[in-house]
């Protein structure tokens, strides 16, 4: 397995899934716009590896992540035949181990788990005392920004914003936590911080006393498996660099920062080191976001920069943030695949789960399940609404648990036909993403529930004979498959 941004890119290379970009291109809404158009090309397009940037001298790696096979490249999958839900798998096994199994008795399921113990410690990040990360250090006035191909993506947009930096910070109890939050350059020395209000950025913000500083660093590149360990919807106990540990299978070696006792990965490209004061703020925005729309400028935190450290020949990556397909859709997918088994195990009646690119994440959610008792499509939504950051969907379709909730063909033919408007559609109020713009109120407003399943249960209340679905017998289309060659169609 590649264990560094530039080993991964040649990995690619190899793979013919990268493209090298010789000409010049502006990292001011060029190289956006090149990148965007790629992105939404046929099973989202190649990688991009921009060596020219007009006026930098770093080049700027791109859509990295932009399809499922380099997605499961990027988490040591792609010789693995379950691909993504592999990972899926082992979180299942995971839980089944940690459990208790009936009727036995304590001592043996103590050394039951003995070999999940071992692999547990593997996991575990492992902190050295140099790195590639910091062959350059840059400190003070010599720690520039304006050095860095940051890419302004959107005609609107605030300024150029750095939208692949992995922020590591502590809560002040010690416990590190590690997200994907867009920062603005502001100038050499300042950065926007946008820690939005559900996240565990902004919590530990608030850990911190008036005046006290918070100790941040940005870290780019590293292991591949590390960015999206960094938009996992993790519990707030469960830190982002062991996860990775856990989806690689190795630990993450770690180094100290150069001005913090902040930990970053040693085979980053590069490390921007700062801090924040808990109380200043500073307008950051607007911003194309993920939604198709711009979001509003609002007060966010203020990163103030104190060194940066990289690699002596450093390759910067950067994503283009926009209507959906983007890279991201990919990183999505990856979340809803790893993610299912826990879901399931919280809520065993779920079968599948699917989460289209075009409701940007958390905007729709098809389920297919088995319903069993009156008002059970009702708690599955309920239950879903009640899930971390599933909190934020704005529309859930319960379909029958013999349907493909990613056919949508399947899906809007059982929304259509099995739908009575004012039986099978609920509405209800909860939080919303704070870069929801549809609502009157901020961060909160209304959900939809629609129940597409089939009315033919009792509990159901349906007092007719539900039909039954047009279909040829199994036997007619085997007989038909062995001699489909014969009809020359």
Known sequence: MVRDLQSFLKQLESMGELRRITAEVDPNLEMAAIADRVAKMDQGGPALLFENPKNKQASVAMNIYGSRHRMEMALGLEQNPRGLDSIGDRIEKLFSDVLPKPGSASFFEKLSKLPLLASMSSWMPKTIRSGVCQEVILKGKDARLGELP???????????????????????????????????????????????????????????????????????????????????????????????????????????????????????????????????????????????????????????????????????????????????????????????????????????????????????AIISMKKDYPGHCHKVMHSIWGLGQMMFTKCIVIVDEDIDPHNMQEVLFRITSNVEPRRDIIFTDGPLDVLDHSSDSFAFGSKIGIDATRKNKPFDGYMRQWPKDLTHPRELLEKIESRWKDFGI
């Open 150 to 364: 940051v890419l302004t993506t959107w005609p609107e947009d605030g300024g150029p914003f750095i939208t692949m930096g992995m922020s590591h910070i502590k809560h002040r109890d010690g416990h590190p936590n590690m997200g994907l939050y867009r920062l603005q350059v502001y100038d050499d020395s300042t950065l926007g911080f946008h820690t939005q209000l559900h996240h565990d950025g902004d919590r530990a913000r608030h850990g911190y006393s008036p005046g006290e500083r918070m100790p941040v660093a940005v870290a780019f590149g590293g292991e591949p498996a590390l960015l999206y360990a960094a938009t996992a919807p993790l519990p707030p106990f469960i830190s982002e660099v062991m996860f990775t540990g856990f989806l690689i299978d190795s630990g993450i070696e770690m180094l100290k920062c150069i001005t913090s006792d902040i930990t970053v990965p040693a085979n980053s490209e590069l490390i921007i080191e700062g801090w924040v004061d808990p109380q200043e703020t500073r307008l950051e925005g607007p911003f194309g976001d993920h939604t198709g729309y711009y979001s509003p400028a609002d007060q966010y935190p203020v990163i103030h920069v104190e060194a940066i450290t990289h690699r002596k020949d450093f390759i910067f990556p950067a994503t283009v943030v926009g209507r959906p397909p983007m890279e991201d859709a990919y990183l999505g997918l990856a979340t809803e695949r790893i993610f299912l088994p826990l879901l399931r195990f919280l809520l065993p009646e779920i079968r599948d789960m699917h989460l289209p690119v075009a409701g940007a994440f958390h905007n729709l």
